[in-house]
DNA sequence: ATATTTTACTTAACGGTGTAAAGTTAATTA
DNA sequence: TAATTAACTTTACACCGTTAAGTAAAATAT
């Protein structure tokens, strides 16, 4: 019994270990860089073993696509406390930039790179935790609405345009499409278009504007 | 003369050949099927001979990329004779959004993809073509605000911010992030985010609500 | 008219990728 | 003690982008 569990533990040892080390070689160099050989050799073992742990590379950015996702739920989670709905919609815009801001190559992975969808579909994939951090955002703006503010509109494709909204911030800057933008402005450019999008919120409710 | 002038023609023959082939199987089959093996094939020339008329993929990429970008400004052109700079600016986001749907993988190349953007960054390529797009957006918002609309806000920044709003949509939906999207609201899930968006417009300038 | 150079292209090769099949060695079970 | 299973490696396939060297024909120079 205790060996077995030893044996066990071993693999799933082993199995973190490749998930680590690709987390490393893929924040360090990024994706593209990340290679099954190149995690490979760092962990001293055959290419091949990973094949062992993992179905393939796809199955791999999974897992760390994954792992994204529950970093970025703790960032909501630190906003539960926010009781007023619309102070915590403009919460969640600011810390979802946060997010990509300081863990960009995460941010690419789990919204930007194809890899990771390919595994959901194959194995149709728990997706939890994606779902969650979402929910968290239409159930911020059912609350909005219940409250008054966005009236008359459909919280679910609010929550997904204003999704957009932060998400092709963030994008655009991890992808680099940046530069048709005067060089004063792109100088903290995503807080910039961050305290905008703020602003149209405010801009919405027409009581509010002072 | 006249032999030279042929080969001259015959040489800008085969690079515009090259090009219509990697476009062919770029529109087909997407970014990453395309190489420059596939190509030489179907052109049924060696592999190494696309070297000659282009300095790497990226250079080839990036081709298509102007291309795109011509293509997106003959789409902005159709809205130049809308007088009204609030009403052209509701048109503009339809349209980018038109362009982005019908024409998935120029959009993914021009806005989402690398590959197009090192080779800028390389030989910093003539960018004219989408600064015009961008300056055809500012240049609106700039007007809506001479009228009156989104007072006091920059018109850079509201511009970014806008194509940030209507990127988002397009690329969520490119790169197949929708999922967490309620059956109902995914189909025409772009339409719906299209006429949110404009609606948001037409919240932020309070008289404008009956 | 012959020799040289240039042009346009190809062949071969390097170093990289993901991944599958077959082989090996040691531990476990029968 | 023999058969089986587990864990891992070696080898190999089919790709990829790209470079260096080679070739044959055309253009130019002598």
């Known amino acids: 019994m205790t060996i077995s569990t030893r044996k066990e533990r071993q693999k799933e040892e082993l199995r973190a270990k490749i998930l680590q080390t690709a987390k490393e070689l893929f924040i360090e160099h990024g994706f593209e860089q990340t290679s099954i050989r190149n995690i490979a050799e760092r962990i001293e073992y055959s290419p ?80 939890e935790e994606g779902k969650r951090a979402f929910g968290f955002l239409t159930g911020t703006i059912t609350e909005c609405i219940e409250k008054g503010y966005f009236k008359g509109m459909n919280s679910e494709v609010l929550a997904f345009t204003v999704w957009s909204m932060v998400h092709g911030v963030c994008s655009l800057e991890i992808r680099n499409r940046c530069d048709v933008i005067s060089e004063e402005n792109r100088q903290d450019l995503s807080d910039k278009a961050c305290a905008m999008i703020i602003e149209i919120f405010e801009r919405m409710h027409p009581k509010a504007i002072q």
Chains 1, 2 share one sequence.
Do not use: C
């Open 48 to 127: 091949t073993t990973i094949y062992l742990y993992f179905k393939d590379k796809d199955d791999i950015f999974h897992a760390l696509h994954l792992e994204g996702f529950i970093l970025l739920n703790q960032y909501f989670r630190a906003l539960e406390h926010v009781s007023d709905p619309f102070e915590r919609l403009k919460a969640i815009s600011k810390s979802y930039i946060n997010f990509a801001v300081e863990n960009g190559e995460f941010y690419d992975l789990m919204f930007i790179n194809r890899s990771p969808i390919n595994s959901i579909n194959k194995e149709d994939a728990k997706w």
